[in-house]
């Protein structure tokens, strides 16, 4: 089975509210990604420890393009990717949330993921679509 890593996105996934995420990978690889197939959602890459999480079942094959282009929407990308999520416990005072944005997105106090994603195009790159099968912890 394929694995892919959610490192800091890991709690939007597991609060339901993750079922795309977005990959710098190379077409040979990304091709590999079909519908229907499991994936097992680690925390962080079982090469550094990381714990299953989940089981995905992949919705769509790999689709290269923009969150936003893939799922017709600015709304529905925002959402998938687990971007109101984050925003929503940034807003509830949930520190950690906002130090994850910072650090991995460069998205500043006083800014929100809705913000930063109408800066950048749209996001994206490899696009893999899921649904959670099973939570494994």
Known sequence: ?????????????????????????????????????????????????????????????????????TLGSFDAAYEAEGFAYYDEQVAAGNEKARKAIERNLGVEEGETLRDWLRYTAGWGEWIVRFEVVEFTQ
Request: glycine share 6%.
């Open 1 to 69: 089975m394929k694995n892919i890593s959610f490192a800091w996105t890991t709690d939007a996934l597991l609060a339901g509210r993750k079922s795309c995420t977005c990959r710098n990978w190379e077409r040979a690889y990304a091709e590999r990604f079909k519908a229907g197939e499991l994936i097992a959602a680690y925390d962080r890459s079982p090469r550094y420890k990381g714990t299953q999480i989940a089981t995905l079942r992949l919705t769509h094959d790999a689709t290269y393009g923009t969150l936003i282009d």
